[in-house]
Structure formats: structure tokens, C-alpha cells
């Protein structure tokens, strides 16, 4: 315990002395993180802060948002129990090392890794642009909030509960848009969203799977070569796209998103849709115009537990 008071009071202290820079660090803060989870990714992203010499408080940047994003997904692992390639593991492992986390939850999927935690056989890593991306996630992923046991499916009140967020992005991507001269096809669409996002202290995430791979698509599209992505926040999914590759993809996914900011308001729903050949009920960010046409299939599926990622039932 008295390792655990010094390290608090060393972080404090440091922070009284720099009280712009605690402020500025503050503000990545997530809504749903407790102070326990919030204490260390904040411990991670100070400790690790001269690994970006050019991240400067108060100033956006691509090394800022590989930071922020790579201090996400040490979370998700130390909280969660989610788990990454294992060149990825390796950096946050690194990244990580001398963060006490005390009473850090126990998961009986894991077996070795950071804080004697392990590896689920997942695909992700982290791009450029500070976008999580991914062709395989495990349940919560990217989600602080404490992990509990649940049936596949959000739960009844999380559109509520993820509503005054989108409340809140809608208005920063109006505002974004109005500077930039209104939407069109020649704006950066994601670098609009994922601007946003980030003043609103998220992080998008984009799952990418090859066309060849997804099932169900006529036999003469089997082949054809492209991309598709995914792009979802707080788990709620925002827009789907094809693309040569997968910056095409993640453009096209994030000009489809960007389209559903263009009505009077946003509003987050349980949708019914195709996940792997099956119907399952998702969280889907609409505007108000009516559907002609059902959703595309989902890539992801947060909210699945461990019976249906086995496929069992």
C-alpha cells in the first residue's frame, strides 16, 4: 500500500507542478472510466509522453492520437482482458512496464501477458491515423467501462445511455462542417470525424475485412479484390464502405457516417441485422430519414459473449 500512496503522490505532485499540462491530459478522460481505470491510462499516457517527442499539450497530431490510442488498448487489456497481436502486445507491454494497477481484474480467458494476463486470438493493431482497427474484436472492446457477464446483444438502455455522446458529436461535426464550406466529396471525411471524436474524448474504430473473405456475397463478387470497413464508436456503428484498399474503404466508411450528421438531429437505436449468417441486434447510429433498404452486414459484433464467439448456442 505505501508503494501504492507513492506513486499516486508522485503523479499528483508532478501534476501540481504542471498544472496546464493536467489539465490538457484531463481532457482525454472517457465518460464511462472510473477513476481506478482513469488514474492509470493517465499514468500511461504521462509516462510515455517523451517516447512522442513531437506531442506538445494543447496541440493535435498523429503522434498524439498513436499515443492516446495505444494507452486504450493497454487498457482494454489490463481491464478487459482484450488482446492484440502479439507485436502490439509486446509495445504496451513495454509501454506499460512499472504501472502498478492494484486489485487489477482477474481473466480466466487469459493466461500470460501484461500484469499475468494473456492473448485471445484476435487481429488488430493500430494505424496511422489513430484509428483502432481491427478484423476481429473481443466483447467490450474499446469500452472502459467495467467488464460484466452478459447475453449477446446491447443491453435495453444503452442507446440511452450512449445518446447524450452522439448529442454531443453531432453538434461538433456541425460546427466542423460549416467551417469546411459544408459536406462534399472532396473533403477529408475522416479526418472531420475523427477530429470530432477526439474533442469529444473518443477514439473511432475501424474494423477491415478483405470482399473476398465475407460470406454470403454472390459467387461472381467472391473474388473481386477490395476492402470493406467498418467504423463504429463507443461500439455504436456509424457507416460501412468499399474501397480498393483500406484507406479507400476507411474513406468511403467515413463519408457514409459523416452523411447521417447532415439531418436535424442523430439518435442511437437497437437495429436488427446480419452478423455471420445470423440476425442479431446491434447498436446503430440514424438519422431521420426512412430506409429503403436494410443495414449492410456487420464486420464486429461488441457485444457478443464468449458462447457465440464459439458459435454455440
Sequence with gaps: ???ERSKEDIVAEYLGQNPQLAQWVETFRSYCESNKQWDARREFI????????????GVPSSSLDRLLSLSMVWA???????????????????????????DAPVHKTTKDGILARGKRSTT????????????????????????????????????????????????????KLVSAGGFGPNLDHFEILRSCAESCKETLTC????????????????QKEGHVCEIRCQTVYMGTGYGRDESAAKAMASKEAL???QGRKVTVKICRRRYKQKDVEDLMLLDEQPRSQGFPPALSYPFQDEQLEDGSS
Aim: net charge neutral; hydrophobic share 40%.
Design 1 to 3: 500500500m505505501a508503494e
Design 46 to 57: 504521462l509516462r510515455n509522453m517523451e517516447a512522442f517527442p513531437t506531442v506538445e499539450p
Design 76 to 102: 482494454n487489456h489490463v481491464f478487459l482482458g482484450c488482446s492484440y497481436p502479439q507485436a502490439v502486445m509486446d509495445k504496451i507491454k513495454e509501454m506499460g512496464e512499472g504501472i502498478v494497477v492494484v
Design 124 to 175: 488488430t493493431e493500430v494505424d496511422a491515423d489513430g484509428c483502432v482497427k481491427r478484423a476481429k474484436c473481443g466483447p467490450n472492446e474499446l469500452d472502459s467501462r467495467p467488464v460484466g457477464r452478459q447475453k449477446s446483444g446491447p443491453l435495453p438502455q444503452a442507446p440511452a445511455e450512449h445518446q447524450p455522446f452522439f448529442n454531443r458529436l453531432y453538434k461538433a461535426v456541425a460546427w
Design 207 to 222: 474494423v477491415f475485412v478483405p470482399l473476398k473473405d465475407i460470406a454470403g456475397l454472390p459467387a461472381g463478387r467472391t
Design 259 to 261: 452523411k447521417v450528421f
